[in-house]
């Protein structure tokens, strides 16, 4: 699964080949999260909730790429956080 981003101990991850709505992982430490591109919600997972605000701070900045990139399937490295 190709990594489109690091920050703070987290590695953001998108599969393209999967099924489903559009979605995006994120992984901390042994932790999980499967997030949706459009509403950013995660609708799978064990990620702790500050992990899940660092996510989700990230992905709002960077959720039109994450669209492009499914609709695409072309694989881009995205900035981390500030």
């Given at each position: 699964?190709?990594?489109?981003?690091?920050?703070?101990?987290?590695?953001?991850?998108?599969?393209?080949?999967?099924?489903?709505?559009?979605?995006?992982?994120?992984?901390?430490?042994?932790?999980?999260?499967?997030?949706?591109?459009?509403?950013?919600?995660?609708?799978?997972?064990?990620?702790?909730?500050?992990?899940?605000?660092?996510?989700?701070?990230?992905?709002?900045?960077?959720?039109?790429?994450?669209a492009r990139m499914w609709?695409?399937q072309e694989y881009k490295l995205l900035p981390g956080?500030?």
């Open positions: 699964m190709p990594v489109i981003a690091r920050f703070y101990g987290i590695t953001v991850k998108m599969y393209f080949r999967e099924h489903g709505v559009p979605h995006f992982h994120a992984v901390y430490g042994e932790f999980n999260g499967v997030f949706e591109v459009s509403t950013l919600e995660m609708i799978e997972g064990d990620l702790p909730v500050r992990a899940q605000r660092l996510v989700g701070d990230w992905a709002e900045r960077y959720r039109d790429e994450m609709q695409t956080l500030d």
